[in-house]
């Protein structure tokens, strides 16, 4: 039996899945370990790995997640607090919105919490702070629009010509005002890219790096010592949503990476990475249960509870974002050819528009209503990411951790009830 089924068991025999359920994550804790170790394994010491919040936010997870190791990379004042309350000292956090308000960067200048700058309009802002604030401890960098084109997928792909990130690299003469930027700056010690995320090839994401990595080395070579000591190369290492296969490895991009930016591994720069998705998304599931099944025009519907408010990117952009299903019996018995005849089946979510699909016509095991349907893959930017928060009833949150045999789970986010959500929306009256 594999971890995933056994872990499908463990929460029916404590009734944290039970005929009433309708949608929970799990977030496996010892395999999400397992990925921080491997990250760390891939790059060599000069690397320091933070986390995106964005594409897990929960504070539990994200403790966990420091204490194996990583620091906190946040894009949003409220990301920040998350992140605080996590444990995560200020010297370990990187701010990097695009829209940082003066009381956001003032924050991060007065308790040293490093930052990106975005523009040069911020850079004016930062100018100002560091008047006042000299002896800040922040690490201060601008991020980098490389301008080297798109990944598969235009909506995560941010080193277009035209993305809305980034100082803007080789429009006119960018580059060389960039660099008198920072030669009168002594305090920029640091430059980033994010080049994108999910559909961006290893190499795309490696030419984005080496961009940034010679543009250090003109800035230090142009001012005549080391003004640059810090790479914060970005996250988006892309995830395999098709099968249980990681796929690809932090050690084959960092293959990829050594090989196009040898310099990144001998120790001259410290280098930082911001990995979300390949952290994080194989580690969790959804479990939902199946409330109701039809047939309609010759396609077996199951109707189950999570769809567009969970599962926000797969019900409106489902080509980019394809998930797998696995169903599985009441008793916890994962569903096979043997047991049920294999049908074209549409797995259908809660939300009363026809988009709200986790999957369209896949061949199934026969789902029968009280069925379980378990969605891989969505440890990342999904049970943690809800589209609608303060309308709609969040789902529960459980960690699991131990041998396969012997697994501990519990509670990591309790469910809204609908008295929670009311409770809410009461500043809307
Ligand atoms: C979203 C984001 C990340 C993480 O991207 P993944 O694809 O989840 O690895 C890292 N850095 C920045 C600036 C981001 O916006």
Redesign the pocket.
């Known amino acids: 039996m594999t971890r995933k089924q056994k872990i499908i068991q463990c929460a029916i025999n404590t009734n944290i899945i039970d005929d009433n359920l309708t949608a929970i994550g799990i977030m496996d804790l010892d395999r999400l370990k397992q990925t921080v170790k491997d990250a760390y394994d891939a790059f060599p010491e000069n690397f320091y790995h933070t986390f ?1 919040v ?2 897990n936010a929960l504070v539990s997870v994200l403790k966990s997640l420091r204490e194996y190791g990583m620091g906190a ?1 946040v ?1 949003s004042p409220g990301e920040l607090l998350i992140a605080l309350k996590a444990g995560y000292s200020h010297d370990s956090i990187i701010f ?1 919105s695009p829209a940082k308000t003066m009381a956001d960067l003032r924050t991060c200048i007065k308790y040293g919490i490093s930052l990106n700058i975005d523009n040069l309009q911020e850079l004016a802002r930062i100018d100002a702070l560091m008047l006042e604030f000299p002896e800040t401890k922040s690490v201060i960098g601008f991020r980098v629009n490389p301008q080297i084109g798109s990944g598969k997928i235009s909506s ?1 792909s ?1 080193a277009t010509a035209t993305s809305k990130f980034g100082y803007a690299l080789a429009d006119g003469n960018n580059k060389q005002k960039l660099i008198e930027i920072y030669k009168a700056r002594p305090w920029l010690k640091s430059i980033h890219t ?1 080049t994108g ?2 559909g961006c090839e290893l190499t795309l994401m490696a030419s984005g790096v080496y961009s940034i990595t010679a543009l250090a080395e003109e800035i230090n070579s142009y001012i005549g010592h080391q003004q640059v000591v810090r790479l914060d190369i ?4 892309p995830v395999n949503f098709i099968s249980e296969e990681v796929s690809p490895t932090f050690k084959e991009y960092a293959d990829v990476l050594s090989e196009k930016v040898p310099l990144l591994f001998t120790n001259k720069y410290q280098v930082k990475t ?5 952290i994080a998304a194989k580690n969790g599931v959804i479990v939902t249960r199946v409330e109701y099944t039809k047939n309609s025009g010759g396609r077996h519907i199951a109707t189950t509870h999570a769809g567009a408010q969970i599962l926000t990117r797969t019900a409106f952009l489902p080509k980019s974002w394809p998930l797998r299903v696995t169903g599985f019996l009441p008793c916890g018995e994962e569903k096979t050819s043997i047991q049920s005849e294999v049908i074209p089946t549409d797995v259908a979510g809660p939300c009363c528009f026809a988009g709200d699909l986790i999957c369209v016509d896949q061949q199934l095991p026969k789902l029968e209503a009280n069925d379980y349907v378990m969605v891989h893959d969505t440890g ?2 999904y049970f943690s990411n809800h589209f609608d928060y303060n309308s709609l009833p969040r789902i529960g949150v459980y960690a699991v951790s131990g041998d396969d045999d012997a697994l501990i789970i519990k509670c990591i986010r309790k469910a809204d009830t609908v008295e929670d959500v009311l409770a809410k929306m009461e500043y809307r009256e």
């Open positions: 995106a964005k594409a990379e894009a990097d995560t941010t994010h995320s999910q970005g996250g988006g290492l911001e990995f979300g998705r390949a990342g930017y």
